[in-house]
Nanobody, 122 residues
Framework: QVQLDESGGGSVQSGGSLRLSCVAS???????MAWLRQVSGKDREAVAS???????TYADSVKGRFTISQDNDKDTLSQQMNNLNPDDPALYCC?????????????????WGQGTQVTGPS
């Protein structure tokens, strides 16, 4: 079973930036990968995905602000998040899709990592 280890979360002011990373180990084959986020009491949502051919898809809420990328040699998925706003704090998890190509329907992501927390200003 794939093991996912996310990092890079923290507290951020509105307008600030963070870079999240996810290292995958015990990985068998290649799949579309995504960043999911969840706020307590709300449904989990996929905000960005990247196919095995590098095609990216973004939720409208993050388009133009978030950039997903993948280093296949290092089995690392990243997400650069800029111009963060009050709707962005959440638990962010990386997740492999069932398929080589997928987009943002969360039903296609059956498992995810423990996540890294992004919080607003204290």
């Amino acid at each position: 079973q794939v093991q996912l280890d996310e990092s890079g979360g923290g507290s951020v002011q509105s307008g600030g930036s963070l870079r999240l990373s996810c290292v995958a180990s015990r990985y068998s084959g290649r799949h579309c990968m995504a960043w999911l986020r969840q706020v307590s009491g709300k449904d989990r949502e996929a905000v960005a995905s990247i196919d095995v051919d590098g095609t990216t898809t973004y939720a409208d809420s993050v388009k133009g602000r978030f950039t997903i990328s993948q280093d296949n040699d290092k089995d690392t998925l990243s997400q650069q998040m800029n111009n963060l706003n009050p709707d962005d704090p959440a638990l962010y998890c990386c997740a492999p899709a069932r398929f080589l190509r997928w987009e943002l329907d969360v039903s296609g992501y059956p498992s995810w990592g423990q996540g890294t927390q992004v919080t607003g200003p204290s």
